[in-house]
């Protein structure tokens, strides 16, 4: 198994040269080289499988040692190209190890996906203020750092690409999700504005959108379909990146038409939205007040 926060020499089998060629109307994940961040779990978890399915080479980061292993483990079950490193991506340390290692090992970088998160819900008054920067420095801040490290790399790619993984509730906050509805609002827009920053330059940015995931993340949530909260499998959302990918898209909302309705009433007529969040109010407290994943 290779799972290492130091990797030496070693380095992934590499396909044959391919030409690079700027981003047209559709991406080939085959042969690309991949960074994704806390992907021993949930989402980047089925990203990692999905990407590797596709053919592409693909290192996984994670802060918990057990889940990587296991991780690796399972996705090298076939002989796919996969690597792990143990890594906080909200240290300076460890961003710099996971940049470093995966070009190391890859050679190069052509999509790097924010995928690791946290999150800590309940009443804001009641959220302690290291969760609060925590929640800033993990879903906001090394995104937006790792993304400025890796930039050179992906745009030596010459199709380079950058995949932000969000949230629903950056699009419709959701009450008792204040923080984290601040903290996944911004990267949305730091998505939208890098993206045109860096339109014509042979990197694209790529948005997406979760909604209620069952994942590790939420298994502290009691809040079900009752709530709004109906969770759909992990690798539902990593297919729907993967078309998103592949057709050069440059967002990628799950929820379906209730989602696409629900965003358009909270554009149209947010009072109205206030108003039937108020009508769940105290249940969705007492659902989420335990949701924690930090």
Do not use: C, W
């Not at 961040?37 to 596709?54: E, P, V």
């Not at 909200?90 to 710099?96: K, Q, S």
């Not at 209620?212 to 809040?223: I, L, N, R, V």
Request: hydrophobic share 40%; no cysteine; charged share 25%.
């Amino acid at each position: 198994m290779r799972l290492s926060t130091h990797l030496g020499r070693k380095k992934l089998s590499r396909p044959k040269p391919q030409r690079r060629k700027k981003r047209g109307k559709t991406m080939n994940l085959e042969g690309k080289r991949v960074l994704i961040t806390g992907g021993s779990s949930g989402i980047g978890f089925a990203i990692a499988r999905a990407m590797l399915a596709k053919g592409a080479r693909v290192v996984v980061t994670g802060r918990n040692s057990e889940r990587l292993v296991q991780a690796v483990r399972d996705l090298q079950e076939k002989g796919l190209p996969v690597i792990g490193i143990q890594a906080d991506v909200a240290t300076p340390e460890g961003r710099f190890l996971s940049l470093d290692k995966a070009i190391e090992a890859l050679g190069g970088l052509d999509v790097l996906v924010n995928n690791a998160g946290g999150v800590r819900a309940g009443r804001l008054e009641k959220t302690t203020e290291a969760e609060i920067r925590i929640m800033v420095e993990v879903d906001l801040v090394a995104p937006i750092l790792l993304t400025q490290a890796a930039l050179p790399h992906l745009r030596a790619s010459g199709e380079g690409l950058v995949v932000n993984v969000t949230s629903g509730i950056a699009l419709i906050g959701a009450p008792f999700y204040a923080t984290y509805a601040a903290v996944k609002a911004g990267l949305s827009r730091f998505s939208e504005a890098l993206r045109r920053e860096l339109k014509g330059e042979g990197v694209g940015v790529l948005t997406l959108y979760p909604g209620a995931t069952d994942t590790p993340m939420m298994q502290s949530s009691k809040a079900g379909p009752e709530l709004g909260f109906t969770r759909e499998p992990p690798e539902a959302v990593a297919n729907a990146l993967i078309e998103g990918i592949e057709t050069n898209s440059l967002e990628v909302i799950r929820g379906g038409e209730a989602r696409a309705k629900m965003i358009a009433a909270n554009r149209d007529d947010p009072a109205a939205i206030d108003e039937r969040f108020l009508t769940m109010k105290p249940a969705l407290e007492e659902a989420v007040s335990d949701h924690s994943a930090l």
